[in-house]
C-alpha cells in the first residue's frame, strides 16, 4: 500500500506517543532522530509489501488458466502465495 510522505509521518508521529505512553520502553535520545528511524522502517516495510504484491500478481497472471481478480479464487490463491512469499523472505532469526 502507497502510503504519502505525509501519512508516514503522522504515523511515525502516532507510534512514538504511543511508545512514551507505554511503559514497555524507555526512549532516550533525540525525538526526531527516533522519527527518522520510525519513518525508515515504515518505509522499508511498505515497499517489502509493494514488492511482495508485484510478485504475487506476476504469478498469479502467469497461470495457464486466467483467474478473475477479486473472485472467491483468486483472493484465496492471493492469500496464500503471499504466505509463501513471506516465508521465502523471511529473514533468518526472525
Do not use: F, N
Not at 511498505?46 to 508485484?54: H, P, S, T, Y
Not at 483467474?67 to 503471499?82: D, F, M, N, P
Request: charged residues 35%.
Amino acid at each position: 500500500m502507497l502510503l504519502s510522505d505525509d501519512k508516514v509521518t503522522h504515523l511515525a508521529h502516532v507510534i512514538l506517543a504511543c511508545l512514551k505512553k507505554g511503559s514497555g520502553a524507555r526512549l532516550t535520545g533525540d525525538e526526531a532522530h527516533t522519527l527518522r528511524e520510525i519513518k525508515r522502517v515504515l518505509a522499508s516495510e511498505l515497499a517489502q509489501e509493494e514488492d511482495i504484491d508485484r510478485a504475487v500478481r506476476a504469478k498469479l497472471s502467469s497461470y495457464s488458466r486466467p483467474i478473475a481478480e477479486g473472485s472467491q479464487e483468486w483472493e484465496v490463491l492471493y492469500r496464500k502465495t503471499v504466505e509463501e512469499e513471506l516465508r521465502k523472505r523471511k529473514k533468518p532469526g526472525h
